[in-house]
């Protein structure tokens, strides 16, 4: 098993949604976040003063699946979630040693 972890932009979130749900994906967990890469944030200007917006407002998606739907949940962020532009985010793949769903007890793959 594997967890997935997708930083995209906001805007990006309901599109990636309906096409995770598209091919069968379960279960995700999604949180506001904020950050910078290479971008570095940008300067705005606010009631004439000049100011850095160093943290941008992203957002992460967050998977548990099996290895074999992995390269497919991959792509589908991949090709979903790109504009073309900077800052169209990352995605991590994280080994999962175990999973247990609290209600019932299962372990393993049947937990997810």
């Not at 967890?3 to 990006?12: D, L, Q, R, T, V």
């Not at 749900?21 to 606010?46: C, D, M, P, S, W």
């Not at 290895?67 to 991959?74: E, H, Q, S």
């Amino acid at each position: 098993m594997k967890k997935i972890e997708a930083i995209i932009k906001p805007f990006k979130l309901d599109e990636v949604k309906d096409a995770l749900n598209a091919i069968g994906v379960q279960g995700i967990t999604v949180a506001e976040v904020k950050g910078f890469g290479r971008q570095k944030g940008h300067t705005e200007l606010y009631r004439g003063a000049e100011y850095v917006v160093d943290f941008l407002p992203k957002v992460k998606i967050e998977i548990i699946a099996a290895d074999n739907l992995v390269p497919k949940i991959i792509e589908t962020i991949e090709t979903t979630a790109k504009t073309g532009r900077i800052g169209d985010g990352k995605i991590f793949i994280i080994p999962v040693e175990e999973v247990i769903r609290i209600r019932t007890g299962e372990r393993g793959e049947s937990a997810i």
